[in-house]
């Protein structure tokens, strides 16, 4: 029988989307229920636990940095991790990002330990320290192996030990948490103790998937694993013979293969949104980068990467012998077809924008939206150009205290400043524990170093008891618009008595 080595990434979530801070950082990413999916090993120090309320895990750790989840980089990061493990041994089956299976390739690297060790010391160069394997005669014993092993070593299930070693694993390990519950209620512990029922009963009350999980209790999974299919290779080549070392000749040369390119993936239905460049000079790798488009790489839009990328300092120290066009992100093609009618994007605007990304940077260059929230902060919306933004509040649910969005003020604060509001006596004007005024604003300056001025109309307050349940996170915030004799028109708030301003209308 063929024997199955998994290797489990932890916490793929947090690797994938938050790599770019400090490994000491507490970090979590979070479900689209506000439930935590994954935390980092100085996070759980913290107290933070996957399944945790998005403020019970701030109450644990203040400093928590929480994104949102995104199932598309998850995968987009793993793939990667599969490329180098199928050069290392082809067949590999991902089962979702962050764990993977494959035939152990024991006899070409001399036995099953040793096999596990050269591809956890590939990953580990690669850059992923945190990596386990697990190596059993079927694919539950061998995912549950690797999920109990060191970091960066194997734990391997000797042949015919399955039901040995899933016999006293916790009940937890399978799927179905109705079924596990119910297992409970009934005295089990273990898969041990579920394994020793008989099968026809547990057939008779759960069914066809309490069947499944019977067997994976008694260390028979007969599952077989579904190798990867490798797709067709859709890399762009131009090889330069002999080496140019001007970017104009580049660029001139590799039209053909970047029509080429775009030809291949047309013929398959698809277009890329984002690829990567790779340039090779003195037959070595001497510069790459990855390239985004807000709808899809036509030929000209790939030969200006091209140009855009040689103008780097650097790049073309030496002469340019290969370069290279690698898909990293396929679309259908449907999905970014020409209108019947016309108004597409407008082609001069994106290579413009384009441009200016690859001077300044892919996260400089941002483009802008509205999402749900109540007040003009919490619902700009930005994301780097050609980038799809992810975590977005929906615009039409109910937002109680939100402030009215027509007219939208035009110049928002980014963070408010100091106000005062005073009644016609001078008296500090504050919001009372029911909502109502303490006295009608008559006079107000919207920052410390303006003059004071005579409040001719305003509107509200529009109240917001936000994130109640959470006594440290809580606040009363009530909401005001003013406008003052001179014609300017203020969004301001009031917490606690004091005034703030938070934007300007126009």
Known sequence: MARILVLWCPDWPVVAQLSDLPP????????????????????????????????????????????????????????????????????????????????????????????????????????????????????????????????????????????????????????????????????????????RLPSRDVHTRFGPLGAMAHRLARGEDHRLVARREVPPDLIGRAVFEPPLTSSEAIAFSLRTAAESFVAALAGRGEVATAVRIEIDADGALAHERAWRHPRWFSSADLIDRVRWQLQVPGVIAHPVDEVRIVPEALATLGEHAESLFGGGVDEQVERGVARVQSLVGPEAVRSAGV?????????????????????????????????????????????????????????????????????????????PDEAWQPVAAWAGPWPIDDLWWDEHAARRVARFQVVGVDGSAWLMCVENGHWWTEARYD
Do not use: K, N
């Not at 110049?411 to 009608?440: F, H, I, K």
């Open 24 to 195: 000491d950082t507490p970090t979590a990413v979070l479900e689209r229920g506000g439930t935590v999916l994954a935390c980092s090993p100085r996070a759980r120090e913290e107290g933070v636990r996957r399944g945790m309320r998005r403020r019970d895990a701030q109450a644990r750790c203040p400093e928590l940095v929480l994104r949102d989840h995104d199932a598309d980089a998850d995968a987009r990061a793993f793939e990667p991790i599969l490329a180098l493990i199928e050069s290392l041994s082809p067949g590999v089956a991902p089962l979702r990002p962050g764990l993977c299976a494959l035939g152990v390739p024991a006899r070409y690297y001399g036995g099953e330990i040793e096999a596990a060790a050269v591809i956890t010391e590939q990953l580990v160069e690669h850059g992923l320290w945190d990596v386990r394997c697990g190596i059993a005669d079927d694919l539950f014993t061998a995912e549950q192996a690797a999920r109990r092993a060191p970091v960066q070593e194997a734990l391997v299930v000797p042949a015919g030990g399955s039901p040995d070693f899933v016999r006293e694993l916790p009940l937890d390990v399978l799927d179905d948490a109705e079924m596990v519950d119910l297992l409970r209620r009934l005295g089990l512990r273990t898969l041990g103790d579920f394994a």
């Open 371 to 447: 999402q749900g929230g109540r007040d003009p902060r919490e619902r700009q919306l930005t994301a780097p150009w050609g980038d799809r933004p992810v975590g977005v509040r929906a615009t039409d649910a109910p937002w109680p205290g939100a402030i009215p969005s027509a007219p939208a003020p035009a110049r928002v604060l980014p963070e408010p400043v100091p106000a005062q509001v005073v009644g016609a006596e001078g008296q500090s004007v504050v919001v009372t524990g029911r909502g109502g005024l303490t006295g009608e604003p008559a006079r107000f300056r919207p920052r």
